[in-house]
T-cell receptor
Framework: QKEVEQDPGPLSVPEGAIVSLNCTYS??????FMWYRQYSRKGPELLMY????GNKEDGRFTAQVDKSSKYISLFIRDSQPSDSATYLC??????????FGTGTRLKVLA | NAGVTQTPKFQVLKTGQSMTLQCAQD?????MYWYRQDPGMGLRLIYY???????DKGEVPNGYNVSRLNKREFSLRLESAAPSQTSVYFC?????????FGSGTRLTVV
């Protein structure tokens, strides 16, 4: 069983929709939770970083962590075609132990 | 505002050839990393360097060597390339919260 599971998609939504992206994990030792966005043929870029259960909001993006269910989500409001990318979750335990999800490919249709 | 710079961007090698992937960061970060990204496998850590003068193996180190030349530069060497090393390679650096990735090197071994 993988430590982190993420649906690969693709997920296609119309412009303006609310998008929900999710990861589940099995190890309760993870302390930090991140979301990265990766455009085609580019490196991942950090979107959101959180270390506690609950919600963290940044503009149109909300990261949600539920440690009791071992479930993390990224919500995108008012989605735009420019949001079309692959979204990677990353979970961290210790200083250098990052585990990345395989990524969900999102397409926002104009 | 360069961030993390990787060279080359593309490379085709024949089986058995050697090459070095270069990475430099200008953010004064202590930690640097080499990852490979393969379809369905996500990002997997090859080697990392917590600080200048130290290097450690990650999840998939076989067939690779690294050198932390100074605080800015961290190189990855393939001594005898194999088709299984065909991948996209990302260098990253970090200070505290999250990584900054380079734009990647697409390597094909034939």
């Amino acid at each position: 069983q993988k430590e982190v599971e993420q649906d690969p998609g693709p997920l296609s939504v119309p412009e303006g929709a609310i998008v929900s992206l999710n990861c589940t994990y099995s190890n309760s030792a993870f302390q930090y939770f991140m979301w990265y966005r990766q455009y085609s043929r580019k490196g991942p870029e950090l979107l959101m970083y959180t270390y506690s259960s609950g919600n963290k909001e940044d503009g149109r993006f909300t990261a949600q962590v539920d440690k009791s269910s071992k479930y993390i989500s990224l919500f995108i409001r008012d989605s735009q075609p420019s949001d079309s990318a692959t979204y990677l979750c990353a979970l961290v335990r210790g200083t250098y132990k990052y585990i990345f999800g395989t990524g969900t490919r999102l397409k926002v249709l104009a | 505002n360069a961030g993390v710079t990787q060279t080359p961007k593309f490379q085709v090698l024949k089986t058995g050839q050697s090459m070095t992937l270069q990475c430099a960061q200008d953010m004064n970060h202590n930690s640097m990393y080499w990852y490979r990204q393969d379809p369905g496998m996500g990002l997997r850590l090859i080697y990392y360097s917590a600080s200048e003068g130290t290097t450690d193996k990650g999840e998939v180190p076989n067939g690779y060597n690294v050198s932390r030349l100074n605080k800015r530069e961290f190189s990855l060497r393939l001594e005898s390339a194999a088709p299984s090393q065909t991948s996209v390679y990302f260098c990253a650096s970090s200070a505290s919260e999250g990584y900054t990735f380079g734009s990647g090197t697409r390597l094909t071994v034939v």
